[in-house]
């Protein structure tokens, strides 16, 4: 999530999404914007089957409506009556746990479920704050880009966090850097301080005492600005193109400390050789031991 427009959010659950089910592990991503630009991308057309908007409203038989994109890969569309949500829900009492009712129709059927959520901090983005374990913020590395995040952070915080907290589990896993280019002082500045950011919170109770700047970070690369209007992933669309490099590598990395020692494989069951990345900083919690 952020609530800042084109950021690079339906990019990286699509593609991260993508290198997730490369990796062997059943993966749904859910399309959670009336800008429907993941269902595009997925080579998806929302006005057919039931949607999102359609399971938000009946949840019945959820995992039948998850349509089967690539191996290991589902996706449940998105569409443009999904931004009529917000007015129709307005006074339903169970209104936050829509999304999180659709995801328990996929227990024990996928391993990882990603959301895609829209530019804004309404009700679907607090829906899917509802049901998520974490949150991963996509982010540019600029100055403004920065002033967003301390709002967002306190959005967790409500939800995570106090006696009427709605999801206690939720955290914040951290910032993807997207669209990077980094050549720039200003980008390394940013970075350093996002770093100094996460360090300083580390034992504190806040809901992103553990966050990272994920490594590495996703080069701009126009073909990742491409692929989407071929309906397809990074994978299918350029699988040689540093998008996909960058994409499969931070799918290792976020798959690195949520599976189990040893349990990281990539297609073909060939073991996954986590190298030392170039821009890695050791002394960051989930890069430190990033070399196996
Ligand atoms: N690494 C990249 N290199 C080049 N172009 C990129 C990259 N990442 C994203 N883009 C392009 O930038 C634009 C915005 O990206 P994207 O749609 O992923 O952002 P978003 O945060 O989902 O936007 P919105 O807030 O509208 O949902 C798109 O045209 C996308 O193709
Ligand atoms: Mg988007």
């Given at each position: 999530?952020n ?69 290991n ?10 931004a ?17 009712r ?44 920065l ?74 690369n ?43 494989r ?27």
């Open positions: 999530m609530q800042k427009g084109g950021v690079g959010k339906t990019t990286t659950t699509v593609n991260l999404a993508a290198a997730i089910a490369q990796a062997g592990h059943r993966t749904l991503v859910i399309d959670l914007d009336p800008q429907a630009h993941a269902t595009l991308g997925l080579g998806l057309d929302g006005a057919e089957g039931r949607s999102i908007y359609d399971l938000i409203h009946d949840p019945a038989d959820a995992a039948a409506a998850a349509r089967e994109v690539a191996p890969l589902l996706a449940l569309s998105s569409h443009t009556d999904l009529a949500t917000e007015t129709e829900l307005a006074s339903a009492e169970d209104r936050l746990e829509r999304i999180k659709v995801i328990a129709a996929f227990a024990g059927r996928v391993d990882f479920v990603l959301i895609d959520c829209p530019p804004s901090l309404g009700l679907l983005t607090l829906n899917a704050l509802a049901a998520a374990d974490e949150v991963l913020i996509p982010m540019q590395a600029h100055f403004l880009a002033q967003g995040v301390g709002k967002l952070l306190e959005t967790v915080k409500l939800l995570a966090s106090g006696t009427q907290a709605i999801n206690p589990r939720l955290t914040v896993a951290g910032v993807v850097l997207c669209m990077h280019d980094a050549a720039s002082t200003h980008t390394r500045e940013v970075v350093a301080d996002l770093d100094a950011f996460f360090e300083g919170t580390r034992g504190s109770d806040v809901p992103w005492r553990n966050a990272i700047v994920f490594r590495p970070a996703i080069r701009r126009i073909k990742l600005a491409e692929s989407p209007s071929f309906g397809k992933t990074i994978f299918d669309y350029a699988p040689q193109a540093s998008g996909a490099d960058d994409y499969r590598a931070l799918a290792e990395t976020f798959l690195v400390d949520r599976l189990p020692a040893g349990a990281v990539s297609r073909g069951d060939m073991p996954i050789v986590i190298t030392r990345l170039e821009n890695a900083d050791a002394s960051i919690p989930g890069n430190a031991g990033a070399s196996a």
